[in-house]
């Protein structure tokens, strides 16, 4: 965030009352969290995390998303989880603003995952789509093929700017995921976004699975290639099979891969490199100078997707 | 700050593996202090707060800095208190700049103080002023006369754009100072900077006063004259004698105020004004878009600064 939303110190007093948690005794902005307002909250029964959602999060999928919380931290999986006011509600109103508390979780992002974090985040993600499968509302995936169409649209004009040929590159890699894009997988909720940013471990042990705010129904195994994308490659852009290992099989001893999951997963993450190459490039081209969160380069997903487009099947990947 | 400072993960480990305060549990960039990089630091052993000092403060400073907290919170004031490595040291480095360890203090920056938090405002300041009078190292306020002067010559040729008239004025009060600038009160360490959001309060108690990096050597009574601007005036631009009173008289129940300095106070408080608006004016002519933290308004001080000219003694400020 740019600029942190000020809550008043009367506004901020009627709202905590709504709670039972008792007074505050600490408060301040955290920088995280690209979409949000995050604010530490210390009161007097614990450690919490308030959130003020900008506009960039629809209200109308604040139930959804807080109600997944809900759900998956009363089925143990490692997530925040929202804190309820007297009156039953997760979402309140602040500073003019949609707005929830939610238990802060232990834990630091890894900046550079091993192969052992690898494996931690495929068993949490598969804990996950386990936990959720009984989670009945529904949410369409915005950010997949219709929503890549769109997005390739809306950067084709600078694409070429950031680099020579990309717009062609993207343009055919859509084509072909239009044509090829698997059908009839199991799907359920899934996280969507489970980069290592959204992730807390205290040394080895993840501790927690955060920012559900792209999270949605979609097929399983398209999570799964989401995460090869996010916790496998090196910086320098090299697919680490060790890693992938890992992750698949940390993922596989929870919830196991059907034989057409597997089979369809280097399409999926073909799918999952043009999604965040199309985010990313997005971002890129409307970035905000104010913005406190440096865009992340779109280039490193030109690379992943080079990656897929030549991979052979799910034994590449480790499996 | 715009941008937070990465903090590798194996670099924080080794750093961390100086102090003996056990294994990182948490750690969160706060959108707090405008001058350096903070972060909330939980660890098994407790609450603390990491700052990377960025290129604003000088290096050079810092032993006189933290060396003045240590001394502090070792007498009892509420401030944060530099946490010593196994080898002694406060100050090491962490991803390339100067570093250091403070403890946590509970407690909400007031936004709009009350009479109460202005009454525990003076008395803090008091007990700052006499625990440090024993504190060695000295500091030049960098920020007095000489250095209105020079904000002053770097602000002229922008100041007309803020508001016309506003480069004379400058020049007007700053040759009125200059001339009747006092002389022979009572010095020591002062904070000069102990505006509401550099304290901090559980209700109606303060639990802390922080940022210290204006710390210098100067008069009391400037510092009293500070908080008279800090604290005292409203939102409209009126000034709330009930304020003024609790704060002063909050002083001198710690710290008697001698009759050579309570008769500077007009005069020292529009010193205090003129140093805001100078730096707020230079922020305000050189803002960076990308800064996290927006520039406060310099014709807030221009209007304390008027009150001040009009004020006939102590007596008008509650004393």
Excluded at 1 to 17: H, K, N, P, R, S
Excluded at 159 to 169: F, I, K, N, P
Aim: aromatic fraction near 10%; proline fraction near 5%; glycine fraction near 10%.
């Amino acid at each position: 965030m740019a600029v942190y939303t000020e809550i008043g110190d009367d506004e901020l007093e009627a709202f905590l009352g709504a709670y039972d948690i008792g007074g505050v005794l600490s408060l301040k902005g955290i920088a995280e969290g690209v979409e949000n307002s995050n604010y530490f909250l210390q009161t007097e029964r614990g450690r919490f995390i308030l959130t003020l959602y900008e506009k960039r999060v629809a209200e109308g999928d604040l139930p959804f998303f807080l109600g997944l919380l809900d759900h998956l931290a009363a089925r143990g999986v490692t997530c925040p989880s929202p804190v309820h006011g007297r009156d039953g509600a997760i979402v309140r109103r602040l500073a003019g603003r949609p707005a929830a508390i939610q238990t802060f979780l232990d834990g630091v992002s890894p900046k550079r995952p091993s192969a052992a974090h690898c494996g931690e985040a495929g068993a949490a993600m598969a804990r996950l789509h386990r936990a959720g499968a009984d989670f009945a509302p529904t949410r369409a995936n915005a950010l997949s093929l219709a929503g890549w169409a769109k997005l390739a649209a809306a950067t084709a004009a600078a694409a070429d700017g950031v680099q020579q040929g990309l717009r062609q590159a993207i343009a055919d890699e859509l084509a072909h995921l239009q044509a090829a894009w698997p059908k009839g997988l199991p799907e359920g909720v899934i996280h969507a976004d489970m980069f290592p940013d959204n992730t807390l471990f205290v040394g080895e042990r993840l501790t927690g699975v955060i920012d559900f705010y792209f999270a949605c129904t979609d097929m399983y195994a398209y999570d799964v290639a989401v995460n090869l994308n996010a916790w496998c490659f090196e910086p320098d852009g090299s697919f680490n099979l060790t890693k992938g290992r890992a992750l698949l099989h940390g993922y596989a001893a929870v919830r196991p891969l059907a034989a057409n999951e597997s089979a369809a997963l280097p399409l999926l993450a073909r799918g999952a490199a043009l999604r965040f190459l199309l985010t990313r490039l997005y971002d890129w081209i409307n970035r905000d100078p104010a913005a406190l969160v440096r865009p992340k380069d779109p280039l490193q997903c030109l690379g992943w997707l080079r990656f897929h487009q030549h991979v052979e099947g799910a034994g590449d990947y480790g499996l």
